[in-house]
Protein backbone atom coordinates (compact mmCIF):
# COMPACT_ATOMS: atom_id res chain seq x y z
CA UNK A 1 0.00 0.00 0.00
CA UNK A 2 2.88 2.58 0.87
CA UNK A 3 4.95 1.32 -2.05
CA UNK A 4 3.21 3.36 -5.08
CA UNK A 5 6.31 5.95 -5.19
CA UNK A 6 9.17 4.50 -3.23
CA UNK A 7 12.17 4.23 -5.93
CA UNK A 8 12.16 4.54 -9.35
CA UNK A 9 12.53 1.37 -9.99
CA UNK A 10 10.08 -0.24 -7.84
CA UNK A 11 6.82 2.26 -8.65
CA UNK A 12 3.79 0.48 -9.24
CA UNK A 13 1.93 3.17 -10.53
CA UNK A 14 4.61 3.60 -13.38
CA UNK A 15 4.29 7.39 -14.13
CA UNK A 16 3.73 8.82 -10.81
CA UNK A 17 0.75 10.82 -10.25
CA UNK A 18 -0.06 13.50 -12.53
CA UNK A 19 -2.35 15.24 -9.82
CA UNK A 20 -2.54 14.62 -6.05
CA UNK A 21 -3.15 16.34 -2.93
CA UNK A 22 -0.46 17.24 -0.13
CA UNK A 23 -0.56 18.56 2.86
CA UNK A 24 2.10 20.68 5.14
CA UNK A 25 1.33 20.95 8.90
CA UNK A 26 3.80 23.21 10.81
CA UNK A 27 4.32 26.93 11.86
CA UNK A 28 4.73 29.69 9.70
CA UNK A 29 6.02 32.69 11.48
CA UNK A 30 6.67 36.42 10.76
CA UNK A 31 9.97 37.07 9.84
CA UNK A 32 11.77 40.30 10.79
CA UNK A 33 14.77 40.38 8.60
CA UNK A 34 17.49 43.36 8.59
CA UNK A 35 17.74 45.92 5.95
CA UNK A 36 20.86 48.13 5.68
CA UNK A 37 19.17 51.12 7.27
CA UNK A 38 18.71 49.61 10.12
CA UNK A 39 14.82 49.19 9.41
CA UNK A 40 13.40 45.72 8.86
CA UNK A 41 11.42 43.91 6.57
CA UNK A 42 8.73 41.99 7.37
CA UNK A 43 7.91 38.46 6.02
CA UNK A 44 6.90 35.04 6.46
CA UNK A 45 8.77 31.52 6.74
CA UNK A 46 8.66 28.51 8.82
CA UNK A 47 10.14 25.14 7.89
CA UNK A 48 7.02 23.00 7.00
CA UNK A 49 5.54 26.89 5.13
CA UNK A 50 8.99 26.46 3.03
CA UNK A 51 8.54 23.72 1.96
CA UNK A 52 5.22 24.21 0.93
CA UNK A 53 5.95 26.75 -0.80
CA UNK A 54 9.04 25.04 -3.02
CA UNK A 55 6.40 22.51 -3.52
CA UNK A 56 4.38 24.61 -4.95
CA UNK A 57 6.62 26.07 -7.51
CA UNK A 58 7.92 22.60 -8.57
CA UNK A 59 4.60 20.43 -8.51
CA UNK A 60 2.01 20.18 -11.88
CA UNK A 61 -0.64 22.67 -11.23
CA UNK A 62 -3.00 19.42 -11.05
CA UNK A 63 -1.23 18.51 -7.87
CA UNK A 64 -2.84 21.18 -4.60
CA UNK A 65 -0.48 22.08 -2.03
CA UNK A 66 -2.44 22.97 1.23
CA UNK A 67 -0.57 24.53 4.87
CA UNK A 68 -2.24 22.84 7.96
CA UNK A 69 -1.66 25.35 11.08
CA UNK A 70 -3.30 27.72 13.53
CA UNK A 71 -3.24 31.18 13.31
CA UNK A 72 -4.66 34.75 15.14
CA UNK A 73 -7.30 36.54 14.03
CA UNK A 74 -5.87 39.97 14.08
CA UNK A 75 -4.52 41.74 11.14
CA UNK A 76 -0.74 40.19 10.98
CA UNK A 77 -2.62 36.88 10.70
CA UNK A 78 -4.98 38.32 8.07
CA UNK A 79 -1.68 39.28 5.92
CA UNK A 80 0.07 35.84 6.48
CA UNK A 81 -3.17 34.54 5.29
CA UNK A 82 -3.24 36.39 2.30
CA UNK A 83 0.50 35.49 1.67
CA UNK A 84 -0.02 32.21 1.13
CA UNK A 85 -3.21 32.48 -0.72
CA UNK A 86 -0.86 34.51 -3.13
CA UNK A 87 1.36 31.93 -3.40
CA UNK A 88 -0.64 29.09 -4.81
CA UNK A 89 -1.47 27.53 -1.01
CA UNK A 90 -4.48 25.94 -0.09
CA UNK A 91 -5.51 28.03 3.46
CA UNK A 92 -9.03 25.61 3.93
CA UNK A 93 -7.32 24.15 6.71
CA UNK A 94 -5.94 27.23 8.54
CA UNK A 95 -7.79 27.77 12.04
CA UNK A 96 -8.23 31.33 13.48
CA UNK A 97 -8.00 31.14 17.40
CA UNK A 98 -9.06 34.43 18.63
CA UNK A 99 -7.01 34.89 21.91
CA UNK A 100 -3.41 33.89 20.33
CA UNK A 101 -1.53 34.84 17.29
CA UNK A 102 1.21 34.23 14.93
CA UNK A 103 4.66 33.42 15.93
CA UNK A 104 7.63 35.86 15.38
CA UNK A 105 11.54 35.90 14.74
CA UNK A 106 13.82 38.82 13.91
CA UNK A 107 17.26 38.45 11.99
CA UNK A 108 20.06 39.56 14.15
CA UNK A 109 23.30 40.61 11.97
CA UNK A 110 26.32 40.74 14.14
CA UNK A 111 29.69 40.87 11.93
CA UNK A 112 28.18 39.31 9.40
CA UNK A 113 26.90 35.83 11.19
CA UNK A 114 22.71 35.75 11.59
CA UNK A 115 21.22 34.84 14.60
CA UNK A 116 17.42 34.38 15.09
CA UNK A 117 15.72 35.77 18.41
CA UNK A 118 12.34 33.96 18.39
CA UNK A 119 8.90 34.76 20.07
CA UNK A 120 6.50 31.79 19.64
CA UNK A 121 6.39 30.64 22.84
CA UNK A 122 2.72 30.91 23.09
CA UNK A 123 1.53 30.95 19.24
CA UNK A 124 -1.62 29.89 17.74
CA UNK A 125 0.44 27.18 15.85
CA UNK A 126 0.94 25.31 19.11
CA UNK A 127 -2.39 24.12 18.52
CA UNK A 128 -3.02 23.03 15.91
CA UNK A 129 -3.90 19.58 16.85
CA UNK A 130 -5.90 20.11 19.66
CA UNK A 131 -8.61 19.30 17.89
CA UNK A 132 -8.75 15.80 16.45
CA UNK A 133 -11.69 16.21 14.19
CA UNK A 134 -10.83 19.17 12.43
CA UNK A 135 -7.26 17.02 12.07
CA UNK A 136 -9.31 14.17 10.23
CA UNK A 137 -11.00 16.49 8.10
CA UNK A 138 -7.71 18.26 7.03
CA UNK A 139 -6.18 14.92 6.53
CA UNK A 140 -9.30 13.56 4.63
CA UNK A 141 -8.76 13.19 1.06
CA UNK A 142 -5.21 14.01 1.69
CA UNK A 143 -2.14 11.80 -0.70
CA UNK A 144 0.38 12.90 1.12
CA UNK A 145 0.96 14.33 4.45
CA UNK A 146 4.40 16.85 5.04
CA UNK A 147 5.84 17.54 8.78
CA UNK A 148 8.52 18.45 10.44
CA UNK A 149 10.24 17.71 13.89
CA UNK A 150 9.82 20.90 14.24
CA UNK A 151 5.96 20.48 14.05
CA UNK A 152 6.45 18.10 16.97
CA UNK A 153 8.31 19.92 18.94
CA UNK A 154 5.90 23.18 19.10
CA UNK A 155 2.90 20.38 19.75
CA UNK A 156 3.63 20.29 23.87
CA UNK A 157 0.59 18.08 24.57
CA UNK A 158 -0.87 16.75 21.02
CA UNK A 159 1.97 14.54 19.79
CA UNK A 160 -0.50 11.54 19.97
CA UNK A 161 -3.14 12.97 18.54
CA UNK A 162 -0.75 14.21 15.39
CA UNK A 163 0.52 10.90 15.27
CA UNK A 164 -2.96 8.81 15.41
CA UNK A 165 -3.97 11.03 12.39
CA UNK A 166 -0.74 10.13 10.49
CA UNK A 167 -1.57 6.32 11.09
CA UNK A 168 -5.14 7.02 10.03
CA UNK A 169 -4.22 8.62 6.51
CA UNK A 170 -1.82 5.57 6.16
CA UNK A 171 -4.30 3.21 6.66
CA UNK A 172 -5.99 4.56 4.00
CA UNK A 173 -3.15 4.65 1.38
CA UNK A 174 -1.99 7.79 2.17
CA UNK A 175 1.72 8.95 2.56
CA UNK A 176 3.72 10.35 5.20
CA UNK A 177 7.41 12.21 4.70
CA UNK A 178 8.54 13.16 7.59
CA UNK A 179 11.83 15.81 8.16
CA UNK A 180 13.12 15.36 11.84
CA UNK A 181 14.82 18.76 11.53
CA UNK A 182 16.09 18.94 14.78
CA UNK A 183 16.56 21.42 16.98
CA UNK A 184 17.14 20.65 20.35
CA UNK A 185 16.36 24.55 21.81
CA UNK A 186 12.53 23.87 21.37
CA UNK A 187 12.43 20.34 23.09
CA UNK A 188 12.95 20.31 27.19
CA UNK A 189 15.81 18.23 27.20
CA UNK A 190 17.63 15.81 24.44
CA UNK A 191 16.13 12.40 25.62
CA UNK A 192 12.71 13.77 24.82
CA UNK A 193 13.54 14.80 21.29
CA UNK A 194 15.17 12.21 20.24
CA UNK A 195 12.69 9.82 21.81
CA UNK A 196 9.98 12.00 19.77
CA UNK A 197 11.35 11.91 16.64
CA UNK A 198 11.82 8.06 16.31
CA UNK A 199 8.50 7.37 17.26
CA UNK A 200 7.35 9.53 14.96
CA UNK A 201 9.71 8.00 12.26
CA UNK A 202 7.25 4.93 12.95
CA UNK A 203 4.60 6.79 11.14
CA UNK A 204 6.63 7.78 8.14
CA UNK A 205 7.13 6.06 4.42
CA UNK A 206 10.27 8.89 4.00
CA UNK A 207 12.23 10.31 6.16
CA UNK A 208 14.43 13.04 5.09
CA UNK A 209 17.00 13.50 7.62
CA UNK A 210 20.22 16.62 7.47
CA UNK A 211 22.74 14.55 8.44
CA UNK A 212 25.19 17.26 10.97
CA UNK A 213 21.79 17.57 13.11
CA UNK A 214 21.62 13.30 13.35
CA UNK A 215 24.88 13.49 14.17
CA UNK A 216 24.79 16.35 17.37
CA UNK A 217 21.73 14.36 18.73
CA UNK A 218 21.79 11.01 18.14
CA UNK A 219 25.72 10.53 17.54
CA UNK A 220 25.94 8.86 14.59
CA UNK A 221 29.20 8.16 12.86
CA UNK A 222 28.13 8.67 9.37
CA UNK A 223 25.02 9.96 6.92
CA UNK A 224 25.18 5.76 6.35
CA UNK A 225 24.45 4.97 10.14
CA UNK A 226 21.70 7.86 10.35
CA UNK A 227 20.49 6.27 6.90
CA UNK A 228 20.01 2.83 8.95
CA UNK A 229 18.71 3.96 11.77
CA UNK A 230 15.83 5.50 10.55
CA UNK A 231 15.32 2.29 8.32
CA UNK A 232 15.49 0.07 11.68
CA UNK A 233 12.46 2.18 12.67
CA UNK A 234 10.63 1.11 9.36
CA UNK A 235 11.36 3.91 7.17
CA UNK A 236 11.24 2.36 3.82
CA UNK A 237 12.82 5.48 2.11
CA UNK A 238 15.27 7.60 3.64
CA UNK A 239 17.34 10.52 2.07
CA UNK A 240 20.04 11.69 4.30
CA UNK A 241 21.43 15.35 3.33
CA UNK A 242 24.43 16.22 4.27
CA UNK A 243 25.48 19.60 2.96
CA UNK A 244 27.64 19.84 0.18
CA UNK A 245 28.44 16.25 0.53
CA UNK A 246 27.23 13.03 -0.73
CA UNK A 247 23.29 12.46 -0.18
CA UNK A 248 22.47 9.12 0.82
CA UNK A 249 19.60 6.92 -0.29
CA UNK A 250 18.30 3.86 1.72
CA UNK A 251 15.35 2.56 -0.43
CA UNK A 252 14.00 -0.82 0.81
CA UNK A 253 17.40 -1.94 1.73
CA UNK A 254 19.49 -0.38 -0.87
CA UNK A 255 22.04 2.25 -0.36
CA UNK A 256 23.40 4.76 -2.81
CA UNK A 257 24.73 7.73 -3.10
CA UNK A 258 24.21 10.70 -4.70
CA UNK A 259 26.98 13.79 -5.45
CA UNK A 260 26.15 16.84 -5.04
CA UNK A 261 27.37 19.98 -7.21
CA UNK A 262 29.47 22.29 -6.41
CA UNK A 263 28.30 25.72 -5.10
CA UNK A 264 30.02 28.70 -6.46
CA UNK A 265 29.38 30.85 -3.73
CA UNK A 266 27.71 29.98 -0.53
CA UNK A 267 25.17 33.11 0.41
CA UNK A 268 22.96 31.77 3.21
CA UNK A 269 22.30 28.59 3.98
CA UNK A 270 18.68 29.17 5.33
CA UNK A 271 15.88 27.03 3.85
CA UNK A 272 18.72 24.16 2.27
CA UNK A 273 17.19 21.29 3.48
CA UNK A 274 13.46 22.95 3.31
CA UNK A 275 13.85 23.37 -0.50
CA UNK A 276 15.68 20.37 -1.52
CA UNK A 277 12.53 18.09 0.30
CA UNK A 278 10.37 20.30 -2.07
CA UNK A 279 12.35 19.34 -4.60
CA UNK A 280 13.23 15.75 -3.78
CA UNK A 281 9.30 15.01 -3.54
CA UNK A 282 7.95 17.28 -6.27
CA UNK A 283 10.24 14.92 -8.57
CA UNK A 284 9.33 11.72 -6.59
CA UNK A 285 5.65 11.99 -6.43
CA UNK A 286 5.33 12.69 -10.02
CA UNK A 287 7.27 9.48 -10.86
CA UNK A 288 11.03 10.42 -11.79
CA UNK A 289 13.80 7.64 -10.63
CA UNK A 290 15.10 8.29 -7.32
CA UNK A 291 18.35 9.54 -8.60
CA UNK A 292 16.53 12.43 -10.69
CA UNK A 293 14.28 12.87 -7.78
CA UNK A 294 17.66 13.86 -5.39
CA UNK A 295 19.15 16.12 -8.30
CA UNK A 296 16.05 18.14 -8.49
CA UNK A 297 16.08 18.70 -4.68
CA UNK A 298 19.58 19.69 -4.80
CA UNK A 299 19.43 21.28 -7.47
CA UNK A 300 16.88 23.95 -5.96
CA UNK A 301 18.31 24.11 -2.74
CA UNK A 302 21.62 25.19 -5.02
CA UNK A 303 19.77 27.77 -5.97
CA UNK A 304 18.46 28.54 -2.28
CA UNK A 305 22.09 28.57 -0.83
CA UNK A 306 23.19 31.10 -3.54
CA UNK A 307 20.36 33.85 -2.57
CA UNK A 308 19.70 36.19 0.75
CA UNK A 309 16.34 34.83 2.56
CA UNK A 310 14.31 31.01 2.63
CA UNK A 311 11.77 32.10 -0.36
CA UNK A 312 13.85 32.46 -4.15
CA UNK A 313 11.46 33.52 -5.87
CA UNK A 314 12.15 32.78 -9.26
CA UNK A 315 11.04 29.25 -8.33
P1 LIG B 1 21.69 20.35 4.70
O1 LIG B 1 20.32 20.27 5.28
O2 LIG B 1 22.54 21.44 5.26
O3 LIG B 1 22.40 19.03 4.72
O4 LIG B 1 21.51 20.77 3.18
C1 LIG B 1 20.42 20.39 2.39
C2 LIG B 1 20.84 20.30 0.95
O5 LIG B 1 21.26 21.61 0.51
C3 LIG B 1 22.04 19.41 0.67
O6 LIG B 1 21.66 18.06 0.53
C4 LIG B 1 22.57 20.00 -0.62
O7 LIG B 1 21.79 19.56 -1.71
C5 LIG B 1 22.32 21.48 -0.41
N1 LIG B 1 23.52 22.12 0.18
C6 LIG B 1 23.67 22.54 1.45
N2 LIG B 1 24.90 23.10 1.62
C7 LIG B 1 25.53 23.03 0.43
C8 LIG B 1 26.81 23.44 -0.06
N3 LIG B 1 27.72 24.05 0.72
N4 LIG B 1 27.08 23.21 -1.36
C9 LIG B 1 26.19 22.60 -2.18
N5 LIG B 1 24.97 22.20 -1.78
C10 LIG B 1 24.63 22.39 -0.50
Not at 13 to 39: F, H, K, N, W, Y
Not at 102 to 120: D, K, N, P, Q, T
Not at 234 to 256: D, M
Not at 263 to 279: K, L, Y
Request: proline fraction near 4%; include cysteine.
Amino acid sequence: MHSRFLTGSTISDQSGRQSGRIISIGECMVELAPRADGTYTMGFAGDTLNTAWYLRRALPAAWSVDYMTCIGTDAVSDRMLAFLGDAGIGTTHIARLPDRTVGLYLIELAHAERSFLYWRGQSAARLLARDPARLAQALTGADVAYLSGITLAILEDDRPTLLTSLTELRARGGMVVFDPNLRSRLWPNATIMCDAIMQAATQADIALPSHEDEAAAFGDASPEATARRYQQAGVPLVVVKNGPGSIITLANGTLAHHDVAPVQTVVDTTAAGDSFNAGFLAAHLTGNPLTQSVAAGAAIAARVISSHGALIAQH
